[in-house]
């Protein structure tokens, strides 16, 4: 790990799990404003980076949503461990963002897309998890959906895919239905700038 001069240094790790990703206990000398030097230690929870995408339909004012189980949400008592959410997936070896979003698209809704229109890359819990998830933007149409979607039954993935009203889906981030970060920043994206007015 990188060390910055006059901040952090000696930086050392190790690793506690490495089941699904990898938890690491990192510790470092972090120098503070205020000249004094302490040695801290963190957690940092991961494995590669992600993607998510929102296909919107401009003839239907429609976007498409899955819903899944999430044994974080499970645990935590949030919706029975069931999420609505966007498209979205791990970027496999040597493969890119854009590949990705293509072939989790198909895997998971069903759709053969092509165009993507690049969002951003945000980290969701940056104190926690070194994961960056890049965010896409997809326009479709009926004729683009080519597969019944679902996921991967190699993946143990079972999903349900939903289609609804864009207006739909900004009322149920209101009423506490979508909780997932990449899902309403994606769905305000294409409310502020107006793209299904």
């Known amino acids: 790990m990188k060390e910055i001069k006059g901040k952090i240094g000696n930086v050392t790790s190790k690793v506690i799990s490495n089941i699904w990703a990898k938890l690491e206990e990192v510790s470092f000398d972090f120098n503070f404003k ?30 498409v949503l899955s819903k899944q189980f999430r044994i974080p949400m499970y645990v935590a008592g949030i919706n029975n461990g ?80 939903l289609e609804t009203f864009f207006v739909e889906a900004l009322n149920m981030i209101k009423t506490g239905e979508i909780i997932d970060a990449r899902t309403i920043m994606l769905l305000q994206y294409l409310q502020i700038n107006k793209l299904l007015d």
């Open 82 to 161: 069931f999420s609505i959410e966007v498209c979205g997936g791990a970027i496999d070896y040597h493969e890119s963002p854009e590949k990705t979003v293509i072939r989790e698209t198909k895997e998971e809704i069903g759709y053969t897309i092509s165009e993507l229109k690049k969002v951003s890359t945000v980290f969701l819990s940056p104190g926690l998890m070194k994961e960056q998830v890049h965010l896409y933007l997809a326009a479709y149409k009926d004729e683009d959906k080519t597969e019944n979607g679902g996921g991967l039954e190699a993946e143990k993935e079972e999903i349900e895919v």
């Open 34 to 63: 205020n000249g004094k030097t302490e040695r801290l230690t963190h957690e940092v929870y991961g494995k590669g980076d992600g993607v998510a995408v929102l296909l919107y339909n401009l003839s239907t004012k429609k976007v």
